[in-house]
C-alpha cells in the first residue's frame, strides 16, 4: 500500500499523465493524491506567521526526501514578500529549487527578489541573488549583472560569495557578459576575507582560466589565505595555484634532468670513454647553472604543508598532487605518509588514492618504499582495492624487496576472487621481467600453476609463460613441451591460442611435437572459438615452410576448412595464406620472402604497468581518474625556460600620511644630544611609528632622569635642553597617536588636563630658580604628586612662551608641534608623571 504515494510523487505524475485514484469512490483508498496538499496550500495562505513557518519546514522536508513539491509553488511564491525572516529565508531555499522549472512564475516575483537584495539580513540578500541567477531566462540577463555588481560591493563577506557563485551561471547563460564579469571577478580577488577567496577562484576557473595576470597580485595574498579558507575553497585554490606555479616559475629539478640525460660512467671504463665522458661534461656544464628558488615558489610549497594534515581526502590530494608536480625531488617524500593515512578511509576515497600512487610510484618509487606493507591487501578489500594495491606492490618491487613481494602473491594466488588472482599471476610476470635475478623463479613458479584445479589460473599462467619465454626460448623447451601436453586439457580460448603461438614460433625446438598437435587441431577446428582458428592457420603456416614433408597435406585440409568459415576474417587469412605460401604462376613476388615473413625474429613483448600513459594528465583529476580528457580539463602547462618577471606579484602598500616635519625629525635623531643607546634606540621608533619599541612609561623616566641631570648646567644649555624635550614631546605625540588607547582613559586625561590648566594660571608668575628646583623635583622619585604636576605645568608654558616669537630661523623648526600637540602632550606628562609617583 506504501507504493502509492512513492508512485504518484515522481516528476512525471504531474505532466498531464492520467492519474488514478481522485475520486473518492473508486479507489482512493489507494491513492494520496487525493486532495494532495490542500492542508499545506491553508496553512501557507493563512495570516498567522506560525502556520505558515510549519508549512515551509514541512515542505522543505519534503524536498530533502527527494518528493516532488513543484504543484505548491503558486502557494509558496506569495509568501515571497512575508514579513516574517524565518518563513522568508525557507521560501527562498523552496525557489532556489524550483525556479529553473517554474520560470514563468519565477518571473512574477522578480520586483520582490530585487527588493530582498536590498533587505538588511545579509541571508535575505544572498537568497534573493541566489533565486534570481537561479531563472534561467535570457531576459533577466542586465538584472541579474547589475545585482551581481551590486552584491560584490556588499558589506557581508557571505553576499560577496553568493555573488561569486552567481558569476559562473550568469556566463553560462550569456558568454557575451564575459568582459563585464571579469571586472567583478578582478575586484572579488581582491577582497581579503576567507569567506569569499574559494568562490572567487572557481568563478575564475569556470569563467577565464586562461587570464593568470589577474592572479599575479593576488598570489600572496591567497597563498597566505589559504590555511583558512573553507576546504573546498582550499581544493579549488590550490589546483589553480598547480597551474600557475608551471608558468611562473622554473623547475626545481632541472640540474637532476640534464644529470638523467648524462648518466654517469660505467665502473669499468676505459680511457678512450672517460675522454669522452669528460668531453659530455664540459659541454653539459654551461647549460646547468645553480638553481635558486623564487620566494613565492618557496611561500607556496611551505604554506601548503600543513594543509597535509587536513580531514579532508580531496585537500590532501590536492596537496598532494601540488608537490608531486612542483616540489624539488627531496622535498615530495613528505606527501607520501599523508597519501598512507587515506588508505584508511572508505574504499572510493582509497580507490581514487591508489590511483594516483599507482602513477606517482613509476616515477618515485623511493617515495613509498618505506610504507611497503600498507599496500598488503586485506581479505576484506574490495577487487579494484586489490587490483591497484597488486600495482602499486609491483611498481616498488626492487632487487631487496622482491622475495617479500613474491611471498605475498604466492598467498594472494589461493584466494577465491578469481579477477584477483589473475591479476596476481600478470603482477608475477611483470616482476620477472623487470628483475633478471628472479626470472628463472617466477616461471618455475607459473609452470606449477599449470597443474592447478582451476582452469582460469591455469589459462592466465600460460599467457604469462608465453610473453616470458620470448625473452630466453632456446633455454625453456622442456616447458614448451609440457605446454603442449596441456592442450587437451585447457578450455580457456587465450590460453590455447598461446600455446599454439609457442609451438608454432618455436617449432625448431619441438620438431616432433608440433606436427601433431596441428593434427589434433585439424580435427577439432570448426568447433574452436575465432582466436584459436586464426592461431591454428597460423601454425600450419609456419609448420609448411619448415616441415613440408609431414605437414603438407594437413595445411591443405586446414586452408580448406578456414575458406569456409562463417568468420570472414579467418576466410581471408585462409586465402591470404595459401597465396604466399603456396607457389603458384599467379603468386607474386612476395611468395619468395614467405619464411622472413612468418618465422621473422619478434621483439619480446614489455609488460608495462597501465599506469605508465597517465603521467601526461594533472594527478587527482577526473582525467587522470578515466585515463580520457573529461570535459572542462584543462593541461598542466610545462615548465618556462626561462623565469618571468617576478616583480609582477609585488603589490604597492598604501601606507599611512606621515605628519609634516616627520623627515625632518629623523635628520635631527641621527646625531643623539645625550647618550650612544638614546641614539640608537630613537631612529628606530621615529622610522617605525606603526609598531611602538618601548612603553610610555619608561621613555617618561628616560625624560625625568635626563632633566636631572642636565639641573646644574648654564642657562644656555637650559635652553637646549627645553628644546630636546620638544623634540621628545613630539616624538611622543606621534607615538601616542599610532598607540591605541581607551577611550574612556583619554577623556580622563582631558579633565584632568583643564583642571591643571586652571592650576597653572593661577600660578603664572614664578621664577627661574622655582623652574630649575621644580625640574630638580621632577627628576627625583620621592616627590609628592602635587609638585610633579606644578613642575609639568611650567614646562609646558615654558614651551609655549618659546613657540610665540616670530622670528622666522625658528619658525620652519617649531612648525613640528601645533599647540594641540603641546596640549596632548602636557596631558601626557601629567598622566604618566601621576603614575610614576
Known amino acids: 500500500m506504501s507504493s502509492g504515494p512513492a508512485y504518484n510523487d515522481e516528476k512525471g505524475s504531474s505532466l498531464g499523465e492520467p492519474e488514478y485514484g481522485h475520486d473518492p469512490a473508486s479507489g482512493g483508498i489507494f491513492s494520496s493524491d487525493y486532495k494532495r496538499h490542500d492542508d499545506l496550500k491553508e496553512m501557507l495562505d493563512s495570516n ?27 502557494a509558496v511564491v506569495k509568501n515571497v514578500a512575508c514579513k516574517n525572516i524565518e518563513v522568508k529565508k525557507l521560501v527562498y531555499v523552496y525557489l532556489v529549487r524550483y ?3 517554474q520560470q514563468d512564475l519565477a518571473l512574477l516575483s522578480i520586483s520582490t527578489f530585487q527588493r530582498g537584495l536590498k533587505d538588511p539580513n545579509q541571508l535575505i540578500r544572498a537568497s534573493a541573488l541566489r533565486v534570481l541567477s537561479s531563472i534561467r531566462v535570457t531576459i533577466i540577463v542586465p538584472i541579474m549583472m547589475l545585482a551581481i555588481k551590486e552584491a560584490a560591493s556588499d558589506m557581508s563577506p557571505y553576499v560577496r560569495k553568493t555573488a561569486a557563485h552567481a558569476i559562473p551561471k550568469l556566463y553560462s547563460l550569456d558568454q557575451d557578459q564575459k568582459d563585464q564579469l571579469i571586472e567583478v571577478i578582478e575586484k572579488l580577488l581582491a577582497d581579503k576575507t576567507t569567506l569569499v577567496a574559494g568562490s572567487v577562484v572557481m568563478a575564475f576557473e569556470e569563467v577565464c582560466p586562461e587570464r593568470i595576470d589577474l592572479i599575479h597580485k593576488n598570489y600572496r595574498k591567497l597563498c597566505n ?28 629539478n632541472q640540474n637532476e634532468s640534464l644529470l638523467e640525460e648524462n648518466p654517469e660512467k660505467a665502473f669499468y671504463g676505459s680511457d678512450e670513454e672517460e675522454s669522452k665522458q669528460g668531453e659530455m661534461d664540459a659541454a653539459v656544464l654551461p647549460k646547468r647553472k645553480p638553481y635558486v628558488m623564487d620566494p613565492d615558489h618557496r611561500l607556496l610549497l611551505r604554506n601548503t604543508k600543513p594543509l597535509l594534515q587536513s580531514r579532508n581526502a580531496a585537500v590532501v590530494m590536492a596537496v598532494a598532487q601540488l608537490y608531486f608536480h612542483l616540489a624539488p625531488k627531496a622535498e615530495v617524500g613528505v606527501i607520501a605518509k599523508a597519501l598512507v593515512r587515506l588508505l584508511r578511509s572508505h574504499s572510493e576515497v582509497q580507490f581514487v588514492v591508489l590511483q594516483n600512487v599507482a602513477s606517482m610510484s613509476i616515477k618515485r618509487r623511493g617515495m613509498f618504499e618505506p610504507h611497503l606493507k600498507s599496500f598488503y591487501i586485506r581479505s576484506t578489500d574490495p577487487t579494484q582495492i586489490k587490483v591497484l594495491k597488486l600495482e602499486v606492490l609491483t611498481n616498488l618491487a626492487s632487487e631487496t624487496n622482491i622475495s617479500t613481494i613474491l611471498r605475498e602473491f604466492q598467498t594472494y594466488i589461493k584466494s577465491q576472487d578469481k579477477d584477483f588472482v589473475a591479476a596476481t599471476i600478470q603482477a608475477i610476470g611483470r616482476c620477472a621481467t623487470n628483475i633478471d635475478e628472479v626470472r628463472d623463479t617466477c616461471l618455475n613458479g607459473l609452470v606449477q600453476l599449470l597443474s592447478n584445479r582451476d582452469e582460469l589460473v591455469v589459462a592466465e599462467s600460460v599467457v604469462v609463460i608465453k610473453k616470458l619465454l620470448q625473452m630466453q626460448p632456446s633455454q ?3 616447458i614448451i613441451r609440457h605446454m603442449a601436453k596441456l592442450i587437451d586439457n585447457i578450455m580457456v580460448p587465450m590460453a590455447r591460442a598461446s600455446i599454439l603461438w609457442l609451438i608454432g614460433e618455436y617449432c625448431e625446438h619441438v ?11 585439424a580435427k577439432s577446428f570448426t568447433n574452436e572459438e575465432d582466436i584459436v582458428k586464426l592461431q591454428i592457420t597460423n601454425l600450419a603456416a609456419k609448420l609448411y615452410l619448415t616441415n613440408s614433408k609431414q605437414t603438407k597435406l594437413l595445411t591443405q585440409y586446414v586452408l580448406n576448412l578456414a575458406k569456409y568459415d562463417q568468420n570472414y576474417d579467418i576466410r581471408d587469412r585462409a586465402r591470404f595464406i595459401r597465396q604466399l605460401i603456396v607457389p603458384t604462376e599467379k603468386s607474386g613476388v612476395l611468395s619468395k620472402y614467405a619464411k622472413k615473413l612468418f618465422l621473422a625474429q619478434k621483439p619480446a613483448p614489455v609488460l608495462e604497468s597501465s599506469f605508465k600513459d597517465r603521467d601526461h594528465f594533472q594527478l587527482g583529476s577526473l582525467s587522470h581518474l578515466l585515463n580520457s580528457k573529461a570535459g572542462g580539463y584543462q593541461e598542466l602547462p610545462d615548465w618556462p625556460e626561462s623565469a618571468p618577471d617576478p616583480s609582477v606579484r609585488n603589490v604597492e602598500v598604501s601606507e599611512w600620511t606621515k605628519p609634516i616635519g616627520r623627515e625632518k625629525r629623523k635628520e635631527k635623531v641621527e646625531k643623539p644630544f645625550y647618550s650612544d643607546s638614546e641614539g640608537e634606540s630613537e631612529p628606530t621608533e621615529s622610522a617605525d611609528s606603526q609598531s611602538p619599541t618601548a612603553s610610555e612609561s ?24 627645553d628644546k630636546e624635550r620638544k623634540k621628545k614631546a613630539g616624538k611622543e605625540k606621534s607615538k601616542k597617536q599610532d598607540e591605541s588607547e581607551d577611550s574612556g582613559q583619554s577623556e580622563g586625561e582631558e579633565k584632568t588636563v583643564k583642571k591643571h590648566k586652571e592650576e597653572e594660571e593661577s600660578s603664572s608668575s614664578s621664577s627661574s630658580s622655582s623652574e630649575e628646583s621644580s625640574s630638580e623635583s621632577s627628576s627625583s622619585e620621592s616627590e609628592s604628586e602635587g609638585d610633579s604636576e606644578l613642575d609639568t605645568g611650567k614646562k609646558s608654558r615654558k614651551t609655549l612662551s618659546t613657540a610665540k616669537p616670530p622670528p622666522r630661523p625658528l619658525e620652519t623648526k617649531q612648525k613640528e608641534i601645533s599647540l594641540l600637540d603641546l596640549d596632548d602632550c602636557e596631558s601626557f606628562f601629567y598622566f604618566s608623571s601621576s603614575e610614576n609617583s
Open 48 to 74: 498567522k506567521d506560525s502556520l505558515k513557518l510549519e508549512a515551509m519546514k514541512r515542505i522543505v522536508a519534503m524536498i530533502a526526501r527527494g518528493k516532488n513539491a513543484s504543484e505548491l509553488f503558486p
Open 99 to 101: 525556479a529553473e522549472e
Open 698 to 721: 619608561e621613555s617618561m623616566s628616560e625624560i625625568e632622569s635626563e632633566s636631572g641631570s642636565e639641573n646644574d648646567e648654564e642657562s644656555d644649555e637650559e635652553t637646549k635642553s
Open 225 to 252: 589565505l589559504l590555511i583558512d579558507v573553507e576546504e573546498w575553497g582550499q581544493v579549488v585554490i590550490i589546483n589553480m595555484l598547480t597551474r600557475y606555479a608551471r608558468t611562473q616559475f622554473l623547475n626545481p
Open 476 to 478: 625453456h623447451s622442456d
Open 511 to 521: 620438431p616432433t611435437i608440433a606436427p601433431d598437435v596441428l593434427r589434433k587441431m
